[in-house]
Every structure is written in structure tokens, then in C-alpha cells.
């Protein structure tokens, strides 16, 4: 009897540290998430390729998103791109990157919610309706050729990138360390958890990847603890229009996308997509099936 209370004592202790581990990450999911970074990372961001202005716009619901608009110095139309930073990025680097990662080409890159000097609180729902209204806003500029709008998105950015460019006539779509979804990566993690029931924010890349008509562009980091390479592939056999999946040599989750290898990577798979006529999609350059799925480095 008494091992039995025992028994008893020690599972209802149990219980009561699952709910409350449970309750915890309910909770804090949005802390978990998202970590928004208010301080920019360049005091005064200016692209040396392109003419730069700071801009504020309202979001459907009137919060005020701030970031910046590149355009190059010629006369346009031009190509052009959208923007998604990851979970604690703040997107003044890619003013000054600009000239490398995105020569000729129109930019937008705007902060998230919360991020930089952007308003109100970072949700996988704002983000994905935020960034549909910036490829909007951005194929109307004069400037711009709206039938080649390109949208690039790291990390985090990558399930906004996804969702944005399965809703949205996108010329392209380039993935840095992109996964499969947060949820199966947050189910990774809290294994004892059950996170399906108490994650709102899922991200679920996976589920969409299939319906991607855009060109799609896959860089990998050699090194991510963040986001393995398992959760990577998931995503990449589901692509509907994989071009390319390369792993950038030296690189990690943090410091990829300031590497010279991936800037002149998406420099020109860009440049050369935007170079096609419109309505030209060419295979993925006659790569051999095993090494596109692989993820192997070319």
C-alpha cells in the first residue's frame, strides 16, 4: 500500500510538471518564437548600388512598418525583390549588402512587427498578411516590372517567404536555411511536450511547398544547429519547383547570409531568373536528381 502511494505521489508530481511545462510554453510561445531585435544593425544603412529611402507604411489593420525601399540609379522598370529577415534579424544589413546580394534589382526590406522601428508585436498571421501587402505595394511602384518580383526569405523569413509566394505571383522565390515547419522543429525539441495543441505560430513550409510555382532556390548553412538538415530535406522532396539546393562551404545559421559565397550565389540565380524571358522556366540546369534532393554543395 504504502508503494503504492508512492507510486501514486511520484506520477501525480509527474503530472503536474508536464501541465505546467506545458502552460509555460502556451505562454511564452511568442518569446520562443520570435525574438524581436529593436536595435538596428546598421546605424546609418545606404546601398552603395542603389538610391535609398527610408519608408514607413500601414498595415491593413493601420500599424506602422518601417524599413527601406533600393532602387538602382538607371531608369527603370526593374526586377525586384521582397525581403523576409529571420527570428531575431534586423533588416538594416540588407541596405548595405544591397549593391552585392541584390545588383539592379529593386529592394524592399522591411522590419516585422516589433523589429526595428516597425510597431505592434510579431505573429505568424501579420507577418504572412504584412508581407503579402509589400509585394503588393512593391509591384505597383513605377519603377518596378510587376511580372518579376522575386521574394527572398531566411530562416524564420523562409515560412513567411513560402507562404507569401504561394498566394502571390512571385518570378522566384530564394530560401536560406529554410525548414520544413517551426512546429516539427519545436516538436523536436520539447519531445515530452505536446506542442501541436499549444503552438500558434507554426510555420508549416511543408504543407504549401508542393503548390510553389516559383523557380525556388534552396541555400543551406554547412553548420546549423538551428535548423537541422533533416528538416531542411522534408521541405526541399516537397518543393513543387525545386532549381537548386546548395550548402554554402564555412557557413552557420548566424553568419550565412553575410558570407561573399551566398551573396554572390543569390546574386546570380537572380540575375540570371530575372535575365529569362517571362513565362521561360528552365529546368534545374540539367543537375543530376541526387544531387538537387542531396543538398550537396556544387
Request: charged share 20%; net charge positive; no cysteine.
Amino acid at each position: 500500500m504504502n508503494n503504492s502511494r508512492k507510486v501514486a505521489g511520484v506520477a501525480g508530481i509527474v503530472s503536474v510538471l508536464w501541465v505546467g511545462v506545458t502552460a509555460a510554453i502556451a505562454a511564452s510561445q511568442r518569446r520562443l518564437v520570435f525574438n524581436p531585435t529593436v536595435k538596428r544593425e546598421v546605424d546609418n544603412p545606404r546601398s552603395s548600388g542603389h538610391r535609398t529611402r527610408a519608408i514607413v507604411l500601414r498595415a491593413r489593420d493601420g500599424t506602422k512598418l518601417s524599413g527601406w525601399l533600393m532602387t538602382p540609379q538607371i531608369p527603370g522598370p526593374h526586377p525586384a525583390v521582397v525581403y523576409f529577415g529571420g527570428r531575431s534579424e534586423e533588416v538594416s544589413w540588407v541596405v548595405r549588402d544591397a549593391g552585392k546580394l541584390f545588383p539592379g534589382m529593386a529592394v524592399l526590406a522591411v522590419n516585422y512587427r516589433g523589429y526595428g522601428n516597425s510597431h505592434g508585436e510579431p505573429a505568424e498571421a501579420h507577418m504572412v498578411e504584412d508581407g503579402r501587402l509589400l509585394f503588393d505595394w512593391l509591384a505597383e511602384r513605377p519603377h518596378v516590372d510587376p511580372q518579376r518580383v522575386a521574394v527572398v526569405g531566411r530562416s524564420l523569413g523562409s515560412g513567411v517567404a513560402v507562404q507569401v509566394a504561394l498566394e502571390r505571383p512571385a518570378h522566384s522565390l530564394v530560401l536560406i536555411t529554410p525548414y520544413d515547419s517551426i512546429l516539427a522543429i519545436a516538436k523536436r525539441k520539447f519531445r515530452a511536450v505536446p506542442v501541436e495543441y499549444v503552438l500558434r505560430h507554426r510555420f508549416e513550409s511543408v504543407k504549401y511547398a508542393s503548390s510553389l510555382t516559383a523557380p525556388t532556390y534552396v541555400l543551406r548553412a554547412a553548420f546549423d544547429d538551428i535548423v537541422p538538415h533533416s528538416h531542411t530535406d522534408l521541405l526541399v522532396a516537397q518543393l513543387g519547383k525545386l532549381h537548386l539546393d546548395e550548402t554554402v562551404p564555412d557557413s552557420d545559421h548566424m553568419n550565412i547570409p553575410y558570407l561573399e559565397a551566398t551573396q554572390e550565389r543569390i546574386a546570380a540565380f537572380l540575375s540570371t531568373r530575372f535575365a529569362q524571358p517571362i513565362g521561360d522556366i528552365p529546368l534545374a540546369t540539367a543537375l543530376p536528381a541526387q544531387a538537387v534532393s542531396a543538398g550537396k554543395t556544387l
